[in-house]
Structure formats: structure tokens, C-alpha cells
């Protein structure tokens, strides 16, 4: 993984060591699923939700990893004391870089997959299985669930509306039917997120999934729920009158926001495709085998529909239910 932002490196250097010395070969120990969470403010929220982690999922062990996000609360005490391995960062810096700490975290230390979920109570522990499956069984690369496939608690027609603007867009720019580009709970190989350049602070989700595709991993959506916030309050939209708890304004600075990622993250990634694309019909022509071919070659799975594949595999049995620095 390269850094655009040498703070950023920096920052993250020296959370890494400091997780190192905290945990020693545990660190660097991991079990083969990495549960990452990123936690701003989250005191008496995360705790109940690393708790209600499964211990295994398809049959693999599992270890909670929350990166407390420059938190001013007890959100890194509650989720020590919850059982989860904290990273605790001086600086507020944003759910997407604290994200992309946690996915270095895992890669780091031995995750062979990573699943990630929010601190705040919204996605179902007992789907995480049915995201992983698809996975773990070579069938995709990097799984979403997706809250139109499964269902919603939100009454908020403008988030409604924004949820089908943003998928609409995005299968669109990227040739690649989407239905849900903001849902939080995910899972992927985790050597996919040392490959997909991560620089956005915040809005990471769609700079993630665009990433995806555009390097030719194999994708899927599984039908998935999202509750309601029980606990808190949302962090999303923060502005100048955040502090008035206006939904709508809120909403109106979100979606403006995530656009400027959305569009800026697709040209960024459409430069970066077409040198790539000319640096392969400069060469040799020998034959490359890109993440898709290598994860069906050696996990089996054929060209059929990603999210057929994906849906088949939730349907059914337990579904149910690179160093790069």
C-alpha cells in the first residue's frame, strides 16, 4: 500500500508500532479473519457490538480489530474490556483513514480475510457469515451486503434517494451493476486492500468499491440489513450546523461530500487504468494473471455471475446464517 500523505504515514508508522508493542506476537499472529471496526465517540455503543461478534465464522476463527479514531470518551476502554484488540490514534483524522489502519493492522498480521462492520450497533452480527461465505469459498474477491437486496429500518427518503443516486452513478461510471455503495458491512481478501490506493479520510466506501472493480476484482452483494442507530448519534454530514441536528442539512453536506469522492476517485482511477493498460501492450505480451483469474484458479470458480454466485452460497449451508507498506 503507497501513501499520498506522508502525515498520513506517519501517523499510521507509528500506530502500527505502538499496536506491536501492545500486543507483541499477537499482533503479528492474527486468526485468519479480522473483524476491523473504526470507532469515533463511540462509549456505550461498541462494547455491546464487539460482544455480539461470533468467535468463528465459516468455520474460521475470528479477532475484533477497532481503531478508536482520536476518541475524546471511553470508546478504547469499553472495547478492550469487550475483548476487541485496540488501536487507540492520538488524532481524529476520519472513518476512512481509520479504516485503512485497520486494514494495514490485518494485513500485517496474518488475516487472511477481513470483514468490516460499524460501532454503532447497524448491521446484524449474524450476517456476517453470509457476507464471508462467498469469499472464503473463491466465488468473489470483496463482498457486500446490500440493504436493497436485504431490507432497511430508515424512514429518511433522502437517504433513500441518495442510496439509489450513488448506486445508479456508480454502475454507471464503472460498468459494474451496483446496488449499495455505502453499506458497512463488508468482506474481502485481505491482500485487496494493500493493492487499492486508500487516500480519502472520510468517504472511503465508494473509493474502496470503485477501487475494486477497476483492478479487476471479482465482486458480489448479498442481501444484508441495516437497523437503525440506537445508541449515539451519526457522525456522517458533520458541518457548521451539525451541531443544530439538522437530518436535512446533514444529508445535504453527506451527499455532497461523497459525489466529490465518487467522480474524483473515478477519474483518479481511470488515469491510473489507462497507463496501466499502455504499459501492457508496450510489453512483451506475455500473459498476466489478474486477481479475478488468480482467486478462480486456484479457488475454482468460474466466470459465472459474481452476485449469483454470491446469493446461492447465502441461500444455503452456513450462509445462512501483501505487505506493502
Not at 12 to 29: H, I
Not at 177 to 196: I, Q
Not at 268 to 280: F, H, L, M, T, V
Amino acid at each position: 500500500m503507497t501513501y499520498s500523505n506522508p502525515a498520513d504515514q506517519a501517523t499510521d508508522d507509528a500506530a502500527v508500532q505502538a499496536f506491536a508493542q501492545s500486543y507483541g506476537e499477537r499482533a503479528t499472529a492474527l486468526p485468519p479473519v479480522a473483524i476491523v471496526i473504526a470507532a469515533y465517540n463511540e462509549e456505550g455503543a461498541v462494547g455491546p457490538v464487539i460482544e455480539a461478534l461470533p468467535e468463528t465464522v465459516c468455520g474460521l476463527a475470528t479477532v475484533a480489530i477497532v481503531v478508536a479514531d482520536g476518541c475524546a470518551d471511553s470508546t478504547a476502554k469499553e472495547a478492550v474490556t469487550a475483548g476487541a484488540m485496540v488501536c487507540d490514534v492520538p488524532v481524529n483524522r476520519g472513518q476512512g483513514a481509520a479504516l485503512r489502519l485497520g486494514y494495514r493492522l490485518a494485513r500485517e498480521g496474518g488475516a487472511a480475510y477481513i470483514v468490516t462492520t460499524d460501532a454503532d450497533g447497524q448491521y446484524n452480527p449474524a450476517e456476517i457469515e453470509r457476507v464471508l461465505a462467498p469469499v472464503v469459498a473463491g466465488q468473489a474477491d470483496f463482498v457486500t451486503g446490500s440493504r436493497r437486496l436485504g431490507s432497511q429500518e430508515t424512514k429518511d427518503a433522502v437517504r433513500r434517494a441518495g442510496v439509489l443516486f450513488f448506486a445508479f452513478t456508480i454502475s454507471v461510471l464503472t460498468g459494474q451493476k451496483v446496488s449499495d455503495t455505502t453499506f458497512g458491512l463488508r468482506a474481502m481478501r485481505a491482500e485487496v486492500t494493500g493493492a487499492v490506493q486508500l487516500e480519502q479520510p472520510q468517504y472511503q466506501a465508494s473509493e474502496l468499491l470503485i477501487g475494486v472493480i477497476t483492478h479487476g476484482y471479482k465482486l458480489a452483494e448479498v442481501p444484508a440489513t441495516i437497523h437503525r442507530r440506537r445508541v449515539g448519534e451519526s457522525k456522517k454530514g458533520q458541518n457548521p450546523l451539525y451541531g443544530l441536528h439538522l437530518p436535512g442539512v446533514n444529508n445535504f453536506f453527506y451527499g455532497l461530500r461523497f459525489a466529490r469522492v465518487v467522480y474524483g476517485t473515478w477519474f483518479r482511477e481511470r488515469g491510473r487504468k489507462a497507463q496501466a493498460e499502455a504499459a501492457g501492450s508496450s510489453s512483451s505480451g506475455s500473459a498476466r494473471i489478474g486477481p479475478v483469474d488468480s482467486a478462480a484458479a486456484t479457488k475454482g470458480s468460474g466466470p459465472e455471475s459474481a452476485e449469483a454466485t454470491a446469493s446461492s452460497a447465502a441461500a444455503g449451508g452456513r450462509g445462512d446464517r501483501a505487505k506493502r507498506t
